[in-house]
């Protein structure tokens, strides 16, 4: 959970979810990742409430950016978390989210060289990824 640094639960070590069902939510386009948006709805929901999304933004550096202005709380994945500046804390959430798989997707058939590196990187680079996913917890 992303936090303005200022904020009441800031200095918690663990934000029960409860604590933040009245709080407003910005979140990322849900169009473009609406397997995340989905598990943000279905995280806060075994928590016992539906999230007040008030921003829904592209870009996660402006979500982030919305969050240190104090226009809400995130839910943010473990794979961007290091992306938090200064002026917001992290804190893990009770109950914990599911893990959502990373994926890859290209069109079939494509022979595009880029895409077939940027594919050989994000195998290669697999184990520490993983690796790193499981530190996070």
Do not use: W
């Amino acid at each position: 959970l992303m936090l303005p640094v200022d904020h009441a639960l800031a200095k918690k070590r663990v934000v029960n979810l409860k604590d933040v069902a009245d709080e407003i939510f910005v979140e990322g386009y849900r169009g473009g990742a609406p397997s995340l948006y989905a598990e943000v709805i279905a995280t806060c929901r075994r928590a016992g409430f539906l999230p007040k999304v008030a921003f829904e933004l592209e870009m996660m550096n402006t979500v982030i950016f919305a969050v240190e202005s104090g226009l809400g709380i995130l839910l943010v994945p473990g794979c961007v978390s290091h992306l938090h500046h200064r002026k917001t804390v992290l804190r893990p959430i009770r109950p914990a989210s599911r893990k959502l798989p990373i994926c890859a997707i290209r069109r079939a058939g494509s022979n595009n060289p880029v895409i077939q590196s940027f594919l050989d990187v994000l195998r290669a680079a697999k184990p520490s990824i993983k690796k790193e996913m499981e530190r996070r917890g």
